[in-house]
């Protein structure tokens, strides 16, 4: 991977951590429906003035049962997954978690892609169970049945993420980027709005700050962020592109620390680490191919 490459990946990943604090001031006041509908919505009006600034013609004609289908995948139940589980699991707890999509990425692209499971993808895949069970197990929050449905609802989301990089990859390549980000947003904010007008929130009278987060998870953590993931995605592919998420954790534990005054734990640094070394497998250059590069299935 090129300088320049991780350079970005690494703005990224800063960027996206960031999205779990936008999410805590937010979804307590509004919940997480609202918090994420309003999210694409933003994200979907900023990019159509752009467009209609640009005078860019919005063609998506043909794309929209695709559209729909990457809006509810990529964004609407991740996102609302993500913002109900950190309404009771920590911001690192949640960010370490999500360093997971990887592993699910390539267990999408060997299913739709038809791309070769090798040895150390399996080893991969056992570090990244070890290290979701050593974050657990060694968390200071207190293991009940809402924290592990706050886990299981962070790894659907994590699950979704990497169902969504690869139907890009299969389905939508040729779809202008621009395109594909407003489309997505645009299928989000479909799928949802029945639910939203449904569990809209008691009361719009909420502190400014948490519309300022919603407008900031909206512009940067969504619109400028997809630009740059589906740009990358494009590059170097979905596999690497989603290599992201191993940064995410250190940024999100560290936006938790400074803004949130969470505490670190050692199941943080031993999850991460386990994480990590199952993503270091899934490189280009992994340790354990051997010789003969055969594959394992």
Not at 117 to 142: D, K, M, T, W
Not at 202 to 211: A, E, F, I, R
Not at 253 to 266: A, D, K, Q
Request: proline residues 4%; charged residues 10%.
């Amino acid at each position: 991977m090129k300088v320049m490459d991780m350079l970005v990946l690494i703005v990224l990943a800063a960027v996206w951590g960031a999205s779990l604090v936008f999410m805590r001031v937010s979804t307590p006041h509004l919940g997480p429906i609202a918090t994420i509908w309003m999210r694409v919505f933003i994200a979907s009006l900023v990019m159509m003035i752009g467009f209609a600034v640009r005078r860019k013609a919005i063609r998506l004609k043909g794309y929209w049962d695709k559209m729909i289908f990457l809006g509810t995948i990529n964004a609407a139940i991740p996102f609302v997954l993500t913002a109900a589980s950190n309404m009771i699991l920590p911001i690192s707890t949640i960010a370490v978690i999500t360093a997971t999509t990887p592993l699910f990425t390539v267990m999408m692209a060997w299913i739709f892609l038809k791309e070769p499971l090798r040895r150390n993808h399996f080893l991969a895949f056992i570090c990244g169970i070890g290290g979701v069970s050593a974050l657990l197990g060694l968390s200071p929050v207190q293991l009940t049945t809402e924290v592990l449905m706050g886990a299981l609802m962070a790894l659907g989301a994590s699950f979704c993420y990497g169902i969504g990089g690869v139907y890009v990859k299969k389905e939508l390549m040729e779809c202008d980027d621009e395109l594909l980000i407003y489309g997505q947003q645009l299928g989000a904010v479909i799928v949802l709005l029945p639910i939203f007008l449904v569990q809209a929130p008691v009361t719009w009278h909420v502190p400014l700050n948490v519309w300022l987060s919603v407008v900031a998870l909206g512009v940067f953590c969504t619109e400028i962020a997809y630009v740059i993931y589906f740009s990358m995605i494009r590059r170097i592919g979905p596999i690497k592109t989603l290599s992201v998420t191993f940064l995410v954790p250190i940024f999100g534990m560290f936006w938790g620390v400074v803004f949130m005054h969470e505490s670190l734990s050692v199941g943080n640094f031993l999850g991460f680490g386990l994480i990590l070394v199952g993503l270091i497998l899934l490189s280009d250059r992994p340790i354990l191919r051997g010789n003969n590069k055969r594959d394992v299935a």
